[in-house]
């Protein structure tokens, strides 16, 4: 027998796959694309501080409109494109002018030689030889000088030793007190030697230019070593990039730089869209399910495939498209997004909402639920999540990479990795957990899976501090289809649950604008200084051990109200008596404990408005 096709739902469950999927090119990888172009973990922590926030006020603001003017598709298409052209304009961020690469000239013992040091020392050798051949490159040197120096200069390099067609000359030799050394010289890119953790670029024939004339870099045997720091200039795009990689920016000049903006208000707009699409398209689909709400995670659990699927595809094409280089080639991922949103927004436009239900006053209603206690409860577990996600979704990659950098050098597969971590996050852990959602919720509760998710994120962070080797990271995503599947639906599922009628666009909005705004907001901000101070083990420690603390609190609380039996009316916190129900009982679905909604005639003094007057979501 064929199985049964709910043809109502497909349009819906073709949203969350092409809109996961065309993001997933782009958002694991935003916060690494910002360290290449030169911004430190403490920029981009701030970024991500601010990025949530502007999420924060666009969920409940746009839900609100949605919910008030009954706009939701016409909002939701409006975020779709936003999305996808302000992620695609990214790439088009203006190149950030590096300072010259620093160099040491070295001259001693009848040589001289160009030294320069990077942890990517023979990455660098490799992709100079392969990229370069035999050439050799005229360079300019802008060396620190002293006293001392000129004196050594003078005496060997100018000193009757200038040559031009054979022609001795002689070369004055400039004021001992500049502090400058300038001059010219040549590198042989065919013979980079590494004798340790250096690079050694041999000077052909010692030659050299100062001052339009041709010179000897003479080094006798007998003479003390000389030795200077240098800018180097070769006028070379490739051979710049290649030594100024992954130069970080000063924090206090990145205000100040127009290529900062671009790049950051490009991410304001798409997280404004993807705020809009998130909160509206879940209201959307709680709408169709109408009281099926069990049902949600099999419908979100097809954007975990689109966003697994996509994130093991773009891993391997950065990785494939950028050759060996340590800076990334991203191009392919912007256009993978564009395209794939184009599908969503078709799929979207074929979505079938209609709300049947408007509140009259939605801000009175919504705002009735910070009078419960365990909605209050609710929502500081959303902010403790949303500290602990921060770390996962902006700054575990760029721990990968840290370790992959120093295991592998800058031949590594980073990008391939962190693609099918993301792949095992999506498929091997919220697929599932998406799937059963449903039937842990009706099992456990929504209380008990609120402990878990937190409990669970203590497991992860302490196993990601103890990580040396990047790819046994892999077994350890599996645990995100609690910290996020579970996590997820509970937060949709509990927050479409309590919200009065008409006000579900505005209270998923809400509920998400307190875990992104607030929780991955301060979590980002800490991170980002946390990474910079104790690097990425510590801060996943410390993470960890902050997670194992809330989950011990959030028990305590929970056994004290259960056995108080407080919290558990809507309004004032209060269990409240209802002695005489005359209508309008209605009982939504008993899933997982049950809330009853009450239309009351009390001792004849007439009907009270409907609202909750018992939650029980234990």
């Not at 920029?43 to 926030?53: D, H």
């Not at 052209?85 to 002018?97: C, D, H, K, M, S």
């Amino acid at each position: 027998m064929a199985p049964k096709i709910n043809k109502e739902l497909l349009p819906m469950k073709a949203h969350y796959f092409f809109f996961n999927a065309g993001t997933a090119p782009v958002i694991p990888f935003m916060p690494t694309l910002a360290r290449q172009l030169g911004f430190s973990t403490v920029v981009i922590g701030t970024m991500y501080t601010i990025l949530p926030i502007v999420g924060m006020l666009a969920k409940p603001l746009f839900g609100f409109i949605a919910d008030r003017y009954q706009r939701h598709r016409l909002l939701f298409l409006i975020g779709e494109v936003l999305t996808a052209v302000a992620f695609f304009l990214i790439q088009f961020t203006p190149a950030i002018p590096q300072a010259l690469p620093i160099v040491e000239f070295n001259c001693h013992g009848g040589a001289s030689a160009v030294k320069y040091y990077s942890e990517f020392d023979k990455c660098i050798e490799n992709n100079l030889e392969n990229y370069y051949g035999g050439r050799v490159l005229t360079c300019e040197l802008y060396c620190q000088s002293d006293p001392e120096r000129w004196d050594f200069v003078c005496e060997n390099w100018l000193h009757n030793n200038s040559t031009t067609m054979n022609t001795i000359t002689n070369v004055n030799c400039p004021e001992r007190n500049n502090p400058q050394l300038n001059f010219t010289t040549f590198l042989n890119m065919s013979k980079i030697e590494m004798p340790g953790d250096h690079l050694f670029f041999v000077i052909p024939h010692d030659r050299g230019q100062m001052n339009g004339e041709n010179i000897t870099l003479n080094c006798p045997h007998d003479k003390p070593q000389f030795n200077t720091s240098c800018n180097i200039q070769c006028n070379d795009e490739y051979f710049h990039n290649q030594l100024t990689q992954n130069a970080v920016i000063e924090n206090g000049k990145v205000a100040g730089m127009y290529q900062f903006w671009y790049f950051f208000i490009m991410l304001i707009i798409s997280w404004i869209g993807m705020a809009v699409v998130v909160s509206i398209g879940d209201a959307i689909c709680f709408s169709i399910l109408g009281e099926r709400h069990h049902l949600y995670g099999n419908q979100r659990l097809c954007g975990s495939i689109g966003f697994g699927l996509f994130s093991i595809i773009a891993g391997v094409l950065v990785d494939k498209m950028s050759g060996g280089s340590v800076n990334k080639d991203y191009t392919i991922v912007f256009w993978m997004t564009l395209v794939i949103i184009g599908f969503d927004l078709f799929a979207s436009t074929k979505l079938k909402h209609t709300q049947t239900t408007l509140s009259p006053n939605i801000l009175k209603d919504v705002g009735k639920m910070f009078l419960s206690v365990r909605c209050v409860i609710f929502f500081l577990w959303c902010i403790s999540i949303g500290l602990c996600t921060a770390l996962i979704w902006n700054f575990l990659f760029m721990h990968l990479d840290e370790l992959g950098e120093k295991l592998e050098g800058c031949q590594n597969s980073m990008k391939t990795l962190e693609g099918i971590a993301s792949g095992i996050q999506c498929f091997g852990g919220e697929l599932p957990f998406f799937f059963l959602s449903g039937w842990i919720l009706r099992k456990i509760g929504h209380v008990n899976a609120m402990s878990l998710v937190l409990f669970a994120f203590g497991v992860r962070f302490i196993l990601y501090s103890q990580l040396v080797n990047p790819w046994f990271v892999l077994p350890i995503e599996m645990l995100n289809g609690v910290t996020f599947g579970i996590f997820y639906s509970t937060m949709a599922s509990y927050a479409s649950i309590v919200a009065p009628p008409g006000t579900e666009a505005t209270m998923q909005g809400l509920v998400g604008a307190i875990f992104e705004g607030v929780g991955v907001s301060m979590g980002s901000l800490i991170a980002g200084y946390l990474f910079a101070a104790i690097s990425g083990s510590g801060t996943f420690l410390l993470f960890g051990i902050f997670a194992f603390i809330v989950f011990i609190v959030h028990v305590l609380v929970q056994w004290y109200l259960q056995r108080t039996g407080q919290g558990d009316d809507a309004v004032n916190g209060k269990q409240k008596e209802v002695e005489t129900i005359t209508n309008d009982i209605k009982c939504l679905p008993e899933e997982n404990g049950k809330i009853w909604s009450v239309s009351e005639t009390n001792g004849g003094k007439g009907v009270v408005d409907n609202e909750f007057t018992d939650v029980d979501l234990s």
